[in-house]
């Protein structure tokens, strides 16, 4: 299974960016996806998570109301669409699949794992 993440970069506060992680090698619809972020000297958590049919969905409450997670299971394709951007959101964005039904939130659970897209938040 490959992963491929896209779409960081550097953009300023309150801009908005989207996200796109490509899957190949597994049936897409059988993964569940999350997206990860890691800042230098910090743990790596959750920013978003959503279940293989994109019915159900979960956010931290420091993202919650600006990031939004999607997925097209017919393009095999998984989105995080971010709005209203804040330095504190400067991080290496990664994202994660892993089989399951339900949406996992513990990096440990994804078994399968993007290179990382760097975001940078001017202030």
């Known amino acids: 299974v490959q992963l491929q993440a896209s779409g960081g970069g550097l953009v300023q506060t309150g801009d908005s960016l989207r996200l796109s992680c490509a899957i190949s090698g597994r049936t897409f619809s059988d993964l569940v996806m999350g997206w990860f972020r890691q800042a230098p000297g910090k743990d790596r958590e959750i920013v978003a998570a959503i279940n293989w049919s994109g019915e159900n969905t979960h956010y931290p409450n420091s993202v919650k109301g600006r990031f939004t997670i999607s997925r097209d299971n017919a393009k095999s394709t998984a989105y995080l669409q971010m709005n209203s951007l804040k330095p504190q959101d400067t991080a290496t964005y990664y994202c994660?699949?892993?089989?399951?039904?339900?949406?996992?939130?513990?990096?440990?659970?994804?078994?399968?794992w993007g290179q990382g897209t760097q975001v940078t938040v001017s202030s």
């Open positions: 994660a699949a892993t089989q399951a039904r339900a949406y996992r939130i513990v990096p440990s659970d994804y078994d399968y």
